[in-house]
Structure formats: C-alpha cells, structure tokens
C-alpha cells in the first residue's frame, strides 16, 4: 500500500510542476501579446502611439536638470501641481482622421484629432479644481464627470478616470471619451483595444517602452506622403500599416516594419528608403567636413533598411548619448531679464559737406 502511493506521488509531482511551469509560461506568452491598459483604453483611429516615460528617466536623466519654463506652463504646473518631466509615467495617444478646424477665416481647412490616456502622479483635488475654472460646462458620464474646456473654437473633453489615470480628446464626437470611460469600467474583461493594437501590437518587440502602429491616409483615403529634411518625400503604398517601436539593449533598439499589400510595394518603399539615407548621408558629409558627432555618426552608421517578403524593415542603434542630448539640448525658456531705461538717442546735427573746392 505504501509503496502504491509513493509510486502515485512520484507521478503526480512531476504532472503539477509541469503544469505549474505551463501555467506562467501562457500567462507571460498573454501578457506579451497584450498592449498596455492604456494603449487598450484608446478608441479606433488612424494611429496608436505609446510611451513609458519611466525607463528614459532612468537611463537619460530626463526630468532631473531644472529648464526654465515657459510662463504659462509654470502657471500650470503651480495650478495642478502636476509637471510634465517628473509626474507622467505613461502616455497612450489615438491620432484621429482629420476634422474641420473650426477656423472661419479657412472654413474648409481640416486638423487631426487627439484622444489620449495619461497615467502618472496627480493631485486629483488640485485638477479638479483646475478643470473646473477652464470648463464651460460639466457632463456627467457613468459617475465621471466630463469637463468640456473651450479652446480655439472647439470643445477639449477631460475625464479624471481615477486617481492616476486622466483621459483626454478633442475630437466633436463624445462617443471616443465615452467609450475610453465605457472600457475603464469594463478592464477586467478580455479586451484587446483597437483594430490597430489588436491587429498589430503582436508586432511590438517585447520589452518596447515606446511604440507607435500607424494606418495614416488622406481625406480621399489615399496613403500620405511622408515630408522629410531638405524638400524631400516619399509615399507610403496604399494601406500600409507601420509599426515602429524604441527598446532599451544597452543602447536604444530602433526598429520600424511597413507591413505593405504586396513585395513589389515592399521593394519600392525599401528602395526609396535606401535612397534617401543614401542622399542625406552625402548631404551631411558635404555639409560637415571637419565630421559629424560620434554619437550621431555611430546612429546614422548602425541604420539598415531591407526587405522581408511584404514588408520593409529599418532598424538601428541610438547610443545613450544620442538620446541624452535630444533631452537636454531641447529649448528652454529663458528667464525673463529685468528692462534697464531706455536712453533717448542724441540727437546730433547734421554734419556739412566738406568742400573739395580750392
């Protein structure tokens, strides 16, 4: 009997370690194919972007020099207690088709559309209290209050989803702030987001800490032009989805996929890539004969554009360095010098004309 059920245990231990081991090992495959809750929150667009502020304070030191502000924004900041470089983690932001912009000197000119989810520290009494001097009125959605604020002609929607999640859009219809409210509520549930993230997000290197999936087209639903340096451009084919993401590898891992409709649209957006790096890179040489910084010369070196069946793919390597110096180098505010008397000019009298006469 004793012997039977040592012969049992033998069995079972190894059977539960097993399932044990399979248990985490789908458990991180899900997670790995699971956009952030706040990339999931946005509502369908033309473009989902993502950042997670947090790695590049840690590795850039972003946030921790002291810039000079500008006055309105330091305004800000004393209102909410809320600063941009130190306060928000996470950024999730939905790029909309282009709406009308409300300008009546251009009726027919149209802009893009934001929708937004932010995720960081905020004193929820000092927003509040904010949003409610800018509103113009207050909507209220499944227990959230909605503040619409006036700007430029339009209404900007603000929801504070809970004490570190604000969500954001400026877009005429309601029903994009009302549906990131409706998937707050409903987070528990198995959804994946956007046709965008749940078609693509797959792609995403795991471990991206920004990310960015990209179907941008015109009014007339043609794919856009992209405009680069020096007056050049290039069209990306007809219903090209891109995937472009930042990870951290000891240094920072650029890579961006053009998933195309075909390999002949793969070959031409490779080629034109090609060339134009091929172009600027002459350019700066020309430009730059006493040679460019190592750390931006290592970035430009490392970039490889090729093609993998329908997709075109660059990649390349931005040293610490490269990114430190986007940070800091950004502009700054000066701060305001105090005015000294204006001197009147002296008023001098007209000098004569010399005589060359003898």
């Known amino acids: 009997m004793a012997s039977s059920l040592l012969r049992r245990r033998r069995v079972w231990v190894p059977l539960v370690v097993l399932l044990a081991l399979a248990a985490i090992g789908a458990a991180l495959y899900l997670r790995g194919q699971t956009a952030p809750e706040a990339a999931r929150l946005l509502p369908e667009s033309d473009a989902v972007l993502y950042f997670d502020l947090k790695p590049l304070r840690t590795f850039s030191g972003f946030g921790s020099t002291p810039v000079m502000h500008d006055p309105d924004y330091e305004q800000f900041v004393k209102d909410t207690g809320f600063q941009f470089e130190h306060d928000l983690d996470e950024a999730a932001i939905a790029v909309h088709a282009p709406e009308p912009s409300g300008d009546p000197l251009h ?54 989803l809970t004490f570190d999640t604000v969500a954001v859009s400026n877009t005429a219809d309601d029903a994009n702030i009302k549906g990131i409210i409706d998937r707050f509520r409903q987070i528990a549930l198995p959804f994946r987001g956007s046709s965008l993230v749940k078609g693509y997000y797959r792609h995403v290197p795991l471990g991206a800490t920004a990310w960015a999936i990209l179907r941008m087209k015109t009014p007339d639903g043609q794919s856009v032009t992209l405009p680069l340096p020096n007056g050049i451009g290039f069209t990306l084919p007809k219903d090209t989805v891109t995937v472009a993401s930042l990870r951290y590898l000891g240094s920072i891992s650029f890579k961006t996929e053009a998933f195309t409709t075909s390999e002949a649209d793969a070959k031409k957006l490779t080629d034109s890539v090609g060339n134009f790096l091929m172009l600027f890179h002459s350019i700066e040489v020309n430009t730059d004969p006493s040679g460019a910084d190592k750390d931006v010369k290592v970035f430009f070196d490392s970039i490889k554009v090729e093609q993998n069946g329908t997709r075109a793919v660059l990649t390349a390597d931005l040293p610490i360095g490269f990114v430190k110096k986007l940070v800091s180098e950004g502009p700054a505010v000066e701060a305001p010098k105090a005015s000294a008397p204006t001197e009147q000019p002296k008023t001098s009298k007209p000098e004569k004309k010399r005589s060359h006469k003898k």
């Open 107 to 160: 009726p027919d000119a149209k802009e893009r559309r934001f929708s937004q989810v932010l995720i960081g520290t905020f004193d929820t009494t000092k927003v509040t209290h904010y949003l409610h001097k800018l509103a113009s009125d207050v909507e209220r959605y499944r227990d959230t209050d909605v503040f619409l604020i006036p700007h430029e002609g339009r209404k900007v929607r603000v929801a504070i």
